[in-house]
């Protein structure tokens, strides 16, 4: 029996044409009595035989309960046999629309037709039961298909979990699952975790989102930036800024690629209000150096400087043995005067590497005059250039006595 909301969203007169991909015109022609229908094809050959065709009709329709009167039509004609996608497409299209009585009438016609349960059947079933909010009935049909002997994959109890924790209420059946789920035959993997920690966390459960993190590398999982993401985000709005920088340091020591994640980061932390301390930026320039990534190492620097933290000797001596070490003396020359500019003093040490490079190469003239810039800057009595002057002083004048020409 024909919905009267169908036809009073479909039917604008006694007659509706609709044209397939291959031209063939069909019409679905009702009478004023909605319980006779007729269906003719304008040519014999009917183009409901073939079920492709009748999928990507069905696929094509905007309203679901027109797509359910389709696949009636369909099943009514002689020899006519579905595919098996075509329900799958009717299946998720009666779900959105909530017409869970209808998908249970589908489910039960292809179970009956001898029609494989397959474990894409479930995954579309668990999909609309969740969309809908059904969340009894999506974790039923989760279970319901591991009685059938289906070992799940990551993504089909990855996306059981997003639909349980999305409720305060499910969130322990879902703890539930996620740490039974190896008997299942299918094992958490980063995604999992970051559903949890991002559920943890949005219940101000940050201490119990931070287990789960070192949970991972007890069990060989890498954390993505996600990871990080979450729990720094997290720990900034309980200001718990020392934490979040414990996690942008293991996040820049402990993996190769991270550096660039970590200034992603730290956007993101700007963006959340919790602003750099002079911690995180050392944290950071230092990481970057270490990675090979100077120039960006670099800008954060001035960042820093600009803000008025102060850069440790060492993340100075880093930048600019970095550059020294990649050529790029006039870059290294320009951290010095820089970091000089601010009252920030560099280490002998750091004198030594840049000095020899100065002097040495074979375009001194210029790199000569970038170090007069950089013994320009204007010194003030609380500068602390006094350890670093005395160094410069005597390495001058040992070079001077071993080459002349040097001066």
Request: glycine share 6%; charged share 20%; aromatic share 8%.
């Amino acid at each position: 029996m024909t919905s009267p909301s169908l036809h009073r969203s479909f039917l604008r007169s006694t007659k509706t044409l609709i044209t397939l991909s291959s031209h063939r015109i069909i019409s679905f022609n009702f009478s004023q009595n909605p319980n006779q229908q007729s269906f003719y094809s304008s040519r014999s050959n009917s183009p409901f035989e073939s079920p492709s065709r009748v999928q990507k009709l069905i696929a094509s329709q905007s309203d679901p309960l027109l797509a359910k009167e389709i696949f009636q039509c369909a099943s009514r004609h002689p020899n006519f046999r579905h595919s098996y996608s075509t329900y799958l497409i009717l299946i998720l299209k009666l779900g959105r629309s909530r017409q869970f009585s209808l998908v249970d009438d589908l489910v039960r016609r292809l179970k009956s037709e001898s029609y494989p349960i397959t474990p894409t059947l479930f995954s579309y079933l668990i999909r609309v039961y969740g969309e809908a909010d059904l969340l009894d009935k999506a974790l039923k049909t989760f279970y319901t298909m591991l009685q059938y002997g289906f070992k799940p994959l990551p993504k089909d109890l990855n996306r059981i979990l997003a639909i349980l924790v999305s409720h305060r209420n499910f969130v322990r059946p879902a703890f539930d699952l996620f740490r039974d789920a190896h008997r299942h035959g299918v094992s958490p993997n980063t995604q999992s975790y970051n559903i949890f920690m991002r559920a943890f966390c949005l219940n101000g459960d940050v201490s119990i989102a931070y287990h789960q993190f070192n949970k991972m590398f007890k069990r060989d999982i890498v954390p993505d930036i996600e990871c990080y993401r979450i729990l720094m985000q997290a720990m900034c709005m309980k200001s718990q800024v020392n934490g979040a920088m414990d996690l942008l340091e293991d996040m820049l020591n402990k993996r190769e690629g991270r550096a660039h994640d970590a200034c992603k980061v730290i956007v993101d932390m700007q963006n959340n209000g919790c602003l750099p301390n002079i911690v995180s930026y050392r944290t950071l320039v230092g990481g970057l150096c270490d990675k090979g990534m100077l120039d960006e190492a670099n800008n954060y620097m001035k960042e820093m400087l600009s803000k008025g933290f102060s850069p440790h000797f060492a993340v100075i001596h880093g930048l600019v043995k970095g550059f020294c070490n990649v050529g790029k003396i006039k870059e290294a020359c320009g951290v010095l005067t820089k970091s000089l500019e601010h009252g920030e003093a560099s280490h002998m040490d750091t004198w030594a590497i840049i000095i020899p490079l100065i002097c040495e190469v074979d375009d001194g003239v210029r790199h000569r005059d970038v170090l007069e810039q950089v013994l320009k800057i204007e010194i003030t009595g609380h500068t602390r250039i006094v350890d670093a002057g005395i160094g410069l002083e005597n390495y001058l004048i040992r070079k001077i006595r071993a080459n002349p020409r040097a001066s």
